[in-house]
């Protein structure tokens, strides 16, 4: 073992508080105990195993979904050290896994940045799991130790010799802590995705012991990026037109802070940004956002003025033009990051904004001195955008000038609720008026508005934005729920300061033309209104597909498995009814069944990981039919087809 390795021992886990909140209250640790929270035990174990993998000494992480829905995650790294704590009086694993506030990661000397910024990590993964083992391979032996509910079962095992290093935690979470406790491979496929294009060099893998591939075999996937993040951007945007054929990289390191950005243009006028810190995605931005937006505005319009190319631009040009169709990932390495708030998701670092900020003008300067071609291209482009820019400005009056906030009237096809707290209130798209006039009979006055939708609106993937603020429907949206486009600091944002709805909920047929309605009003949310989506205001009415009846008895089921049960418990004289629309159920029924909060079941609409939720929108609403009809190929055996 190298003088190096050792000084990686107990004597470096710092000890701040103890463990004993965690089981009383898991929202505030690890931000909610439904499924984004199960999820979220999986990144804080796989954090720790990126940790090591930051300071050098873990190239390989492996995750695996067991058939009971526990999971193993295995590293190669040196090993979490087994000696005693001198302050603890127990090993330091048993700290490790115990006490809030212990770890490593508070110790400058044992790693230079970590993603556990809080190092809540591998403990409380310990107190809301009902099981918890720990292997450790260190000293050339393996140690084990298992764990209930944060409390150890076993004392710290010896079980047998080991010539490599590295740590495996097998965990079980709590059933009676957790809504739910199955994992879903796809969520937990796409963070290991990132965190390899994030680390370049990195070997991920994500097995699922649940489901067997047509040869016997389980499912699995290997995420590994040479090129980091050029093939993040690159994956982000297959499924969009490039703009220019080359991606804008740097990986250099400034005051002591490692900085890694790539970014490209295409030819939508989406602006597609994504920061990270210490891998933690920040979501809300930050000081490395705007060092990133500043080094490129500024390079930008100095080299276009320069080099006289904005002297056919008859608009004036702003910093937002240069945004236009852009597609970037910023990510930053902080030794002692701060976040707004637990949910780490925007940095307040002041450091960061000048660091990136270098970094990128540095980076884009010479880009564009050594690629004229590409350099006016980009160009051309923002003169475009400007010009959208005043187009899509004309269009907004239109909606701003009928808006509440200066004056005006409410879509005519409203039917509003009385109440004028937010947090009461939800709205309810319907789609057509005749589900609409149903509903308005069986809404609440008090907490619960009505807006019906007339057809399909426009798909706004593929519409330039001032075709957007054109259509009826959406400028009803917009006059509805009382917001507007742009903020004070923010002119492409959302003000959602006077929201009139805190449960925005998308009711259509259950058929394949309102699930067409319903993906093109996510679409519109995502594009344009994701600050909706991202605090938790957009949801997915589900009204039920059948009504079962035998004689006095009946019921509503939502799956054929509860309509075999109803008949199975009721016998075979039960009458099924199909309900093929909203319009089909008189007032009662879609009171009882779809709008009653007592009764009704509404499915949440969140984002866990806003790149593959952009990738996969440009390609299902977008222009490529070719991406398009794979993806329905590859995925058609796992379609509910309305015969």
């Known amino acids: 073992m190298s003088e190096r390795e050792e000084e990686y021992s107990a004597s470096n886990i710092q000890v701040l508080e103890g463990l004993e909140a965690v089981r009383k209250r898991p929202a505030m640790y690890i931000g909610d105990i439904s499924e984004k929270g199960l999820h979220h035990l999986v990144y804080e174990v796989v954090d720790n195993s990126i940790d090591e993998a930051l300071a050098g000494y873990a190239t390989d992480i492996s995750v695996t979904i067991n058939e009971d829905n526990s999971i193993t995650v295995v590293d190669n790294g040196r090993g979490i050290p087994v000696d005693m704590h001198e302050k603890e009086h127990k090993s330091a694993l048993e700290v490790v896994l115990t006490v809030l506030h212990a770890g490593g990661k508070f110790d400058k000397g044992s790693y230079k940045v970590s993603g556990g910024l809080h190092g809540v990590g591998v403990s409380c993964v310990n107190a809301l799991s009902t099981y918890l083992r720990a292997e450790v391979r260190r000293n050339g032996k393996i140690y084990a130790q298992e764990y209930s509910c944060g409390k150890p079962t076993t004392g710290l095992m010896v079980i047998g010799e080991s010539d490599t290093t590295g740590t495996s935690v097998t965990f079980k979470p709590d059933g009676s802590i957790f809504t739910t406790t199955v994992y879903d491979y796809s969520i937990l496929a796409?963070?290991?995705?990132?965190?390899?294009?994030?680390?370049?060099?990195?070997?991920?893998?994500?097995?699922?012991?649940?489901?067997?591939?047509?040869?016997?075999?389980?499912?699995?996937?290997?995420?590994?990026?040479?090129?980091?993040?050029?093939?993040?951007?690159?994956?982000?945007?297959?499924?969009?037109?490039?703009?220019?054929?080359?991606?804008?990289?740097?990986?250099?390191?400034?005051?002591?802070?490692?900085?890694?950005?790539?970014?490209?243009?295409?030819?939508?006028?989406?602006?597609?940004?994504?920061?990270?810190?210490?891998?933690?995605?920040?979501?809300?931005?930050?000081?490395?956002?705007?060092?990133?937006?500043?080094?490129?505005?500024?390079?930008?319009?100095?080299?276009?003025?320069?080099?006289?190319?904005?002297?056919?631009?008859?608009?004036?040009?702003?910093?937002?033009?240069?945004?236009?169709?852009?597609?970037?990932?910023?990510?930053?390495?902080?030794?002692?990051?701060?976040?707004?708030?637990?949910?780490?998701?925007?940095?307040?670092?002041?450091?960061?904004?000048?660091?990136?900020?270098?970094?990128?003008?540095?980076?884009?300067?010479?880009?564009?001195?050594?690629?004229?071609?590409?350099?006016?291209?980009?160009?051309?482009?923002?003169?475009?955008?400007?010009?959208?820019?005043?187009?899509?400005?004309?269009?907004?009056?239109?909606?701003?000038?009928?808006?509440?906030?200066?004056?005006?009237?409410?879509?005519?096809?409203?039917?509003?609720?009385?109440?004028?707290?937010?947090?009461?209130?939800?709205?309810?798209?319907?789609?057509?008026?005749?589900?609409?006039?149903?509903?308005?009979?069986?809404?609440?006055?008090?907490?619960?508005?009505?807006?019906?939708?007339?057809?399909?609106?426009?798909?706004?993937?593929?519409?330039?934005?001032?075709?957007?603020?054109?259509?009826?429907?959406?400028?009803?949206?917009?006059?509805?729920?009382?917001?507007?486009?742009?903020?004070?600091?923010?002119?492409?944002?959302?003000?959602?300061?006077?929201?009139?709805?805190?449960?925005?909920?998308?009711?259509?047929?259950?058929?394949v033309d309102g699930a067409h309605i319903a993906t093109l009003l996510m679409t519109f949310f995502f594009r344009k209104m994701r600050p909706i989506i991202e605090n938790g205001y957009l949801y997915l009415a589900q009204p039920p597909l059948y009504k079962c009846t035998c004689g006095k008895v009946e019921d509503y089921c939502w799956t054929e498995q509860q309509v075999q049960a109803f008949i199975t418990k009721n016998g075979d004289r039960t009458k099924v009814q199909r309900f093929k629309g909203l319009g089909e159920m008189d007032e009662d029924e879609l009171r009882l069944t779809t709008m009653d909060p007592e009764h009704r079941i509404l499915k949440q609409v969140h984002i866990s990981d806003a790149a593959e939720a952009d990738r996969v929108f440009s390609m299902l609403m977008g222009e490529d039919v070719a991406q398009r009809r794979d993806f329905i190929e590859e995925n058609a055996t796992y379609a509910t087809i309305d015969a």
């Open 190 to 511: 796409n963070r290991l995705r990132d965190l390899a294009f994030l680390n370049a060099g990195i070997t991920l893998h994500l097995t699922d012991l649940r489901t067997l591939t047509a040869d016997g075999k389980p499912v699995s996937e290997t995420f590994y990026s040479r090129e980091g993040l050029r093939e993040f951007v690159r994956y982000i945007d297959q499924n969009k037109e490039s703009l220019i054929n080359d991606i804008i990289d740097l990986r250099t390191e400034k005051n002591g802070i490692p900085v890694e950005v790539a970014f490209t243009y295409n030819t939508t006028s989406n602006e597609n940004v994504f920061s990270f810190v210490n891998n933690i995605n920040t979501i809300e931005g930050g000081t490395h956002l705007t060092g990133f937006r500043r080094g490129l505005t500024a390079t930008l319009k100095k080299y276009a003025e320069d080099n006289n190319l904005l002297k056919n631009a008859k608009v004036e040009i702003n910093s937002d033009d240069f945004r236009d169709g852009l597609t970037a990932v910023v990510s930053v390495k902080v030794m002692e990051p701060q976040f707004e708030g637990q949910t780490k998701t925007k940095l307040g670092n002041t450091e960061v904004m000048g660091a990136v900020q270098v970094a990128v003008s540095e980076a884009l300067r010479d880009y564009l001195e050594e690629h004229p071609r590409e350099s006016k291209t980009i160009v051309d482009k923002v003169i475009l955008a400007a010009q959208a820019r005043k187009a899509a400005a004309d269009a907004r009056q239109k909606v701003l000038r009928k808006t509440p906030l200066v004056g005006g009237g409410l879509p005519g096809k409203l039917t509003d609720c009385s109440s004028r707290t937010a947090e009461d209130c939800e709205i309810f798209l319907v789609e057509g008026d005749s589900a609409g006039g149903t509903a308005k009979q069986a809404r609440n006055n008090q907490t619960q508005a009505i807006l019906p939708l007339r057809g399909k609106i426009l798909n706004v993937e593929k519409a330039q934005e001032h075709r957007v603020f054109d259509s009826q429907e959406i400028t009803n949206l917009f006059k509805a729920l009382r917001v507007t486009p742009g903020t004070e600091e923010d002119p492409k944002a959302l003000n959602i300061s006077k929201l009139a709805y805190h449960k925005i909920i998308i009711m259509t047929d259950a058929d």
